[in-house]
């Protein structure tokens, strides 16, 4: 591209934006010259030094539009250890990768085997993705896989993933680590207007020791949808 784009550090460490005709979500590629899905690829030289990013679309990625949506944090920064429930093919899978970095690790739970085939494609080249093809209800199946982690996100889309992230809190998460949580409301009761749907998804997290900090829709990028940011068995204040 000959046009120039000047990228900046967005407020979430390892996250950045293009400046450029149109901003861009960006994250820094781990594997240059790489793309997962299609993505466009932004590469800034400074003298010798190229530099390339990939554009994050936050019509494909809830983390994404939870971003754009002004999401006060993610929990996800280099060097974090992130358990992420429902990898589908690994689009934001690769971009929490880019992420996390090389001192970082995704552990990456898909239970759909065609899924699971191209999210073990995208771990080939990403060394920090651990690709986990199992059922998210049942963390015993992996648990000699997975250490402790800093951070949860899920994106199941299961009626039960209340109870899903719990589980997997229960046997994974840190104390004082955080989750983020994608809720589709009709996934869960289509038949409920959705702020009921979040309000009642929020009651059961705070019933397994996870207390909310956060809620917010993904208009304009997804309909019905809410990401809920909590921290899980935080210490008691003195």
Not at 137 to 151: A, F, I, N, S
């Amino acid at each position: 591209g000959g046009r120039s784009v000047v990228v900046e550090p967005h407020r979430h460490e390892g996250v950045f934006i293009a400046r450029g005709k149109e901003d861009a979500l960006v994250t820094l590629n781990m594997v240059p010259g790489e793309t997962v899905y299609g993505e466009k690829k932004i590469v800034v030289e400074e003298g010798e030094k190229k530099t390339e990013y990939r554009a994050w679309n936050p019509f494909r990625s809830k983390l994404a539009a939870a971003i754009l949506g002004g999401v006060d944090k993610i929990y996800m920064k280099p060097g974090s250890k992130v358990l992420y429930l429902g990898a589908a093919s690994g689009t934001t899978v690769s971009h929490v990768s880019d992420i996390v970095g090389p001192d970082g690790l995704v552990y990456a739970v898909e239970f759909s085997h065609r899924s699971g085939r191209d999210l073990i494609n995208v771990a080939k080249k990403r060394t920090n993705i651990i690709p986990i093809i199992e059922d998210a209800r049942h963390p015993h199946k992996y648990r000699m896989l997975v250490g402790m982690v800093d951070t949860i996100f899920a994106d199941v889309a299961q009626p039960d993933q209340a109870r899903i992230v719990a589980i997997n809190a229960h046997h994974f998460l840190k104390n004082n680590g955080h989750i983020v949580i994608s809720i589709k409301a009709n996934c869960v009761d289509s038949t409920a207007e959705p702020e009921a749907v979040f309000a009642g998804e929020i009651n059961k997290l705070k019933g397994e020791k996870i207390k909310p900090q956060e809620q917010l829709t993904l208009e304009p990028y997804e309909r019905d949808h809410a990401v809920v940011v909590g921290v899980y068995r935080p210490p008691p204040k003195k």
